[in-house]
């Protein structure tokens, strides 16, 4: 039985095409009623003959995810912990900014990329999530918007979540293509970002795509020593190669790049380190978010001293570079990326 929701506008009209011979416009007549009139059941879909919906009843279903537990912070931040059809839970966190409803959803169930300074990456990989269980966090968080009354959306995404999603490449790109689908979510590109560790040459594939979305690089440290000592993927590619693909990928898209680099206390969080990293960036066109690091039991790593967080943003600041100071959300929740369905998980076993 395939799923509606793992199907791209133009990967449904080729399915339909191939399985039933159909024109490609029912597929665009389904994304509307699926997406836009939120109708789930086909018998309903009157605009398609009935003989079509007999065949579409046998062969698909329209499945979301299921929430399986839900925190809500006092600043209004949701952190949910999603079941999928196998019980695998995975996370996602709706944060409400003034600009927009920022959905941070995960792509994969764990992540081998073992970052020393993320929740997340303290759960081995065990496989990469579908299509439909990436959209279905940004669905469910929808209904929940839908619930409140407000007449609000999702607006944002940023693919930030649990995982690494150039690991996960064609199911993001896919996931990407319906939410920025004028027949489905119709959430502009330029709001959709992408978070990658450095994975050097999906980076380049992804600056071939066309598209208009953008680009987050997980940077954290200035320099290589630092890099590899918490982020084991820079020993396969190093800062010197992750800059070329972000040259690359500048050139080829003429868009902003950010660069996230988490402060942590007597790790990276120096003013030499602010200098290296002005000297990195020099040239390019870029932003820089500054995180101050959030503590979990389960490794070594201090949050920056707020002082420090302000020497560093004040160097950068004053070499003209952009940059600011993500604001922390959910801190009264299990707000670290990762760290609810660790504990849920941990429980369970
Ligand atoms: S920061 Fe991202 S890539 Fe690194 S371990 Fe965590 S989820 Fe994986």
Known sequence: MYNIYDFELKKLENLLQEIFSEKPFKAKQI??????REVFDFDQMTDLSKAFREKLKENFCIKKPTIYKKQVSKDGTIKLLVELE?????????IRYTYGNVACVSSEIGCDMKCGFCASGLLKKSRELKVSEILGQVLLLNDILKEEGNNEKI????????????????????FIRICNSPFALEIGARHISVSTCG?????????????????????HAPNDEIRSKIMPINRTYNISELMDAVKYYLKKTNRRVTFEYILIKDLNDSLDCAKQLTDLIKGICAYINLIPYNEVMENKFKTSPQQNVRKFYDYLY???INVTVRKGFGDDIDAACGQLRAKEVKSDT
């Open 318 to 320: 004053k070499q003209n």
């Open 155 to 174: 607006t944002h995404i940023v693919v930030m979540g649990t995982g690494e999603p150039f690991l996960n490449y064609d199911n993001v790109m896919d």
């Open 31 to 36: 994304f509307q009623w699926v997406y836009k």
């Open 199 to 219: 994975i050097v040459d999906k980076i380049r594939k992804y600056a071939d795509e066309g598209l208009q979305t953008n680009l987050a690089i997980s940077l």
């Open 86 to 94: 196998d019980k695998n839970l995975i996370e996602t966190v709706l």
